[in-house]
């Protein structure tokens, strides 16, 4: 019998896995396009939700922030089979990201199942743009 107790690492490994150097889309890193809209817009808060594909506000979605989205779906469906799960048993999966200063960022990824569980890890990912 699958045990929930296996998905709490999930959220994590979507957010590292988002932010890592191997998400670089045409001239940058994910941190860096996130740094760019965050003083561009005059935000400071993106979230990205990996099950419906979009990212809010609206005014962020770009093709770069989305490019890797499928890759993500693809992650959970993978960890969520590996585990025994269903892949419709987990409702919603966010990145939320907020900008700490003028390059650095912190992300908040939440995966929530269809008991209303939530998932994410101890500690918000830290990450710094590379330019």
């Not at 045409?26 to 005059?42: C, P, Q, S, T, V």
């Not at 419906?52 to 089979?81: C, F, G, H, M, Y």
Request: charged share 25%; with cysteine; proline share 5%.
């Amino acid at each position: 019998m699958p045990t929930t107790k296996n998905l709490r690492g999930i959220p994590g490994n979507l957010a590292l896995s988002y932010l890592s150097t191997l998400g670089y889309y045409e001239n940058g890193y994910m941190a860096d396009w996130i740094i760019r809209l965050f003083n561009k817009l005059n935000i400071n808060e993106i979230t990205i939700n990996i099950i419906e594909e979009n990212v809010s506000p609206k005014s962020a979605e770009i093709r770069a922030l989305t490019s890797d989205i499928p890759k993500l779906k693809q992650i959970l469906k993978t960890e969520l089979n590996n585990n025994g799960f269903e892949e419709t048993f987990i409702k919603n999966a966010e990145l939320r990201f907020e900008q700490i200063d003028k390059k650095t960022l912190k992300c908040f990824p939440t995966l929530e199942d269809i008991n209303g569980k939530k998932y994410f890890p101890k500690k918000p990912i830290i990450e710094t743009s590379y330019e």
